[in-house]
T-cell receptor, first 114, second 114 residues
Framework: AQSVTQLDSQVPVFEEAPVELRCNYS??????LFWYVQYPNQGLQLLLK??????LVKGINGFEAEFNKSQTSFHLRKPSVHISDTAEYFC????????????FGKGTTLSVSS | DGGITQSPKYLFRKEGQNVTLSCEQN?????MYWYRQDPGQGLRLIYY???????QKGDIAEGYSVSREKKESFPLTVTSAQKNPTAFYLC?????????????FGDGTRLSIL
């Protein structure tokens, strides 16, 4: 069965510091990969996605992620965070071979302080 | 603008009562999904529908029911059989062939018990 593990439930950082949110997945078949952001009491907004091609994917708000097939990871990075990046971040996978729902990790809360 | 509308934003349920959460989309998407979100649990799939008049159970379907009579609408009923309904409920839709397309989310409905 497929699964997604977000390795940190909470990540506190100071403003303008770099950040990495870690995501590992488990699947015996090819997958598509997504990162979403959720602000309080709102739905999820797509940050970026990896479908194929270049393993470095750039998204909105200055975020990027790198797909590493050998390590089955899809870590999210930002070189300099802002207070407004404080939110919950979800990693998700979709099986290439089956058109069903996304499988989500349990989320990482990013807290940016000044 | 196209999007997904969930209503109401807040909902209260009395013991033994059924309540229905509305989800409407004008994105012309075939697939629609319902998720439940609890703190620290991530998103768990309740039901999904790939096409009108067809739907499938997700991981936690017990105590819930859905219908898909129109492409635009996918209401979720939380029945009295659901003993712990307090949660944040998110509706999503997905276009194209589904597999490599991201899901689009509504802003959620927060359900509480009176």
């Amino acid at each position: 069965a497929q699964s997604v593990t977000q390795l940190d439930s909470q990540v506190p950082v100071f403003e303008e510091a770099p950040v990495e949110l870690r995501c590992n997945y488990s699947s015996s078949v090819s997958v598509y990969l997504f990162w979403y952001v959720q602000y309080p009491n709102q739905g999820l907004q797509l940050l970026l996605k990896y479908l194929s091609g270049s393993t470095l994917v750039k998204g909105i708000n200055g975020f990027e992620a790198e797909f590493n097939k050998s390590q089955t990871s899809f870590h999210l990075r930002k070189p300099s965070v802002h207070i407004s990046d404080t939110a919950e971040y979800f990693c998700a996978v979709s099986l290439v071979q089956a058109g069903t729902a996304l499988i989500f990790g349990k989320g990482t809360t990013l807290s940016v302080s000044s | 603008d196209g999007g997904i509308t969930q209503s109401p934003k807040y909902l209260f349920r009395k013991e033994g009562q059924n309540v229905t959460l509305s989800c409407e989309q004008n994105l012309n998407h075939d697939a629609m999904y319902w998720y439940r979100q609890d703190p620290g649990q991530g998103l768990r799939l309740i039901y999904y529908s790939q096409i009108v008049n067809d739907f499938q159970k997700g991981d936690i379907a017990e105590g819930y029911s859905v219908s898909r009579e129109k492409k635009e609408s996918f209401p979720l009923t939380v029945t009295s059989a659901q003993k712990n309904p307090t949660a944040f409920y998110l509706c999503a839709s997905r276009g194209g062939q589904g597999r490599n397309q991201p899901q689009h989310f509504g802003d959620g409905t927060r359900l509480s018990i009176l």
